[in-house]
Every structure is written in structure tokens, then in C-alpha cells.
């Protein structure tokens, strides 16, 4: 199996009617965050299930999907980490897998790229193990790099540790990037749905700092009072 024959897969059901409309909704234009992307036009559902059949890739192989101009073949190359460190068994195998995900972290250079795949394999890799990366990704003067450290957390969220989800939302809140906005509320939002308590006592100490889209998240599933208490805050 080899990367040009994924390609191949992914260009036959090409859509370029779907193609025109994600190029915008990406925001692939001059300027924009994901400038110059270049996108075939496949819902997901349809990407999940050709890197499903084909099971495993070789790094090299999977290197040269990360490689491509496509949006579509880089996020085939980022399932095909996260489908063969799922099945891996062996902890050698997944730190493999896990290295070479950070090494193609910029690679995952749009949300979508970053959202389907980190946290099943970076948060997943780390839940039991040292975070200082995550600390470090957050340093990093890439917006996918961040945004990666603080998506990672929803793992170790799923299995209610909830300390670095909070330190990594205080370090990363001025952000400037509405995306990162987004994805720390996105965040304290699923904080929120393991334990309210949590995520209540973070917000009466930084509801004032948070930008006004980390909060409006974070507070979605808070009740009508409740969520104009914190917005009046602001």
C-alpha cells in the first residue's frame, strides 16, 4: 500500500462543486488562516472509510499524504496515525506513532485537522505519562501547535483530570487567534459537562480575562441566569 495509491482514492471522488464551497468555509484565501489550501471536496464519513479499507500505511508513505497539497490527503495521513496507534498493542509502537504525529504537527494546519485526530493520539499517548510537551506546543509561535495543546486535554478531560485543560486555557487566553478563542471554550465547555463545580469556580476567578468567545462557549449549558451573571462580567 503506498500514499500515491490513497491519493488516487481520494481524487476519484473528488468533488469540485464541494470543493468551492469548503475553500471558503476553511478559509483558504489571501490572508486567511489556511491561505493557499487546496481542497478536493470529500465529506469526511467518505475519508474515514477509504483509510478504514486500506488499514495501515509505512511512515514514509504516510509522510508523503502529510506532504501533499491537499487538505483532504493530509487528513487521510493524520487518520491512518490515529487508526494504527489505536490497533497498536505494543507502548514502542504508539510512542513511535506518537513522535512522528508531533513531527508532522504543522501538517495539521487547518481545525479540522488538528480536532478529528490530537486527542486520540497525543492526548491518548499522554494521559498517563508526562504533559510538559503540551506546555511547550502552547510556547509555540504556531497557531495548529497551540491549538493541538489545548485540544489534547479533551482526552485527559474524558477521564475527568481537568488540571492541565485549566492551566493551558489561563496561559493560552490572550491569545489573539479567534480559533484558539473557540478552542479553549470548546474545552472548559466539556470541563463543564464532567464536573459544573469545576469549571464554575475557573470562571468566577477568569470570566473577567477570557475573551468574550472562550467564555460564551464555555457557559453554553449553564442555565439563562447563570450564563448572564458571567457575561455581565465582562
Excluded at 504525529?101 to 493520539?121: E, G, I
Amino acid at each position: 500500500m503506498t500514499g500515491e495509491f490513497i491519493l488516487s482514492e481520494l481524487l476519484s471522488v473528488a468533488n469540485p462543486e464541494k470543493a468551492k464551497f469548503l475553500q471558503g468555509f476553511f478559509k483558504t484565501g489571501k490572508g486567511q488562516y489556511a491561505e493557499g489550501d487546496v481542497m478536493l471536496g470529500i465529506v469526511v464519513p467518505i475519508i474515514r472509510n477509504i483509510v478504514k479499507v486500506n488499514k495501515s500505511l509505512p511512515f514514509p508513505e504516510i509522510q508523503k499524504l502529510l506532504d501533499s497539497e491537499y487538505h483532504e490527503a493530509r487528513l487521510s495521513g493524520l487518520l491512518f496515525l490515529v487508526q494504527q496507534f489505536k490497533k497498536s498493542k505494543k507502548e514502542e509502537e504508539k510512542k513511535e506513532i506518537y513522535e512522528f504525529y508531533l513531527k508532522n504537527a504543522r501538517r495539521a494546519n487547518n481545525w479540522d485537522l488538528v480536532d478529528v485526530t490530537c486527542r486520540d493520539v497525543v492526548g491518548t499517548y499522554l494521559l498517563d505519562k508526562d504533559r510538559t510537551v503540551l506546555y511547550e506546543l502552547a510556547e509555540s509561535d504556531n497557531l495548529w501547535e497551540q491549538r493541538i495543546a489545548i485540544v489534547s486535554t479533551w482526552m485527559f478531560i474524558k477521564h475527568r483530570q481537568f488540571d492541565d485543560t485549566l492551566a493551558l486555557s489561563v496561559k493560552l487566553m490572550e491569545h489573539k487567534h479567534d480559533l484558539m478563542h473557540k478552542a479553549i471554550g470548546w474545552m472548559l465547555r466539556e470541563v463543564g459537562k464532567k464536573n459544573r463545580e469545576t469549571l464554575t469556580d475557573f470562571l468566577e476567578m477568569y470570566a473577567t480575562k477570557l475573551p468574550r468567545t472562550s467564555l460564551r462557549y464555555a457557559i453554553e449549558h449553564y442555565p439563562d441566569d447563570q450564563r448572564q451573571y458571567f457575561l455581565k462580567k465582562k
